[in-house]
């Protein structure tokens, strides 16, 4: 059983793909990831997985709070390309797009989104490239009733998005 | 902001079906989760969310072993029913379904599912009404490459499945 048999069995997971957004006085930034999922009803709690080395991450342990957005199919491979592909060490992903600030504080995107989340960080779990944050949601609403989310499945098959090398489903 | 207000945000997460499945010698048994997710590509890990109410948990409690198979669209209210909405205490779950057995020991259900995978658990996280388990895949394939993955959106607007009171997403 070689790790590419593995990821053959692995790869009818069915996935959406997110803007997962943070900030604090001294960095706003944003990435994509497929890996945001709802854990529990009561207190509606949602779990993402982040990669270490990314900026996000380095937010978010000083912050403890993020916003998730679903993209919708009008979602093109330029605009998920801002958010994903590079680092925003460098690079202000925030200029050209419109957002909001939300009640926690981190920017809800308003193109390409369905929905917005924020939740504060409540528990963090090291499972080994990337860290488990469980974060229980203070605010939630709809952005565009009409828009359809983006799988993970669509994005491959119908924007042929790649995924880069070592990503891990996070770029 | 209510809690339904919350859930209005939150609908838009895509999600899959699953039949997640345990076994040891005293007992075998399987539910029907919509959390199965990778979490870390190397080595592969994906993490699930299980009540703490159910006999899956029990039994995962004790064997720390799990498998999960996405169902395919093929997939009946009649046959979903078998492994959701009722417990396996009083009742053999596998009666009548086809299945193998993983190499991990966990059952493999044959029918309507596309893939597999079977996994060793390395980490829990308490998170309320629900354990979060993290498990590291050891053996996973393909059963039906022309299945189309049944989302938990294709359930509930084209086989119009309902989600019982209480049930956080699993039934």
Redesign the interface.
Known sequence: ?T?A????????????LYILTVADAEQKNGMIVN?????????????I?VNKNSLTHEVLLRTKRFAAM?LDQTATLPFIGIFGFRTGRHFDKFAKVPFTTGKLGCPIVCAHT????EAEVQ?M?D????T?F?GE??????LNAA?L?L???YYHHVIKGKVPAGA??QF
Do not use: R, W
């Open positions: 059983m790790l048999d593995i990821n053959q069995g692995l790869q009818y997971i069915t996935y959406g890996t945001v999922f709802q854990v529990t009803a009561t207190p509606p709690c949602v779990a997985s679903p369905i929905s917005y989340l528990q779990l499972v080994g490239t990337h488990l469980v949601v203070k605010d939630a609403g709809v828009g989310p799988t993970y499945e891990t489903h």
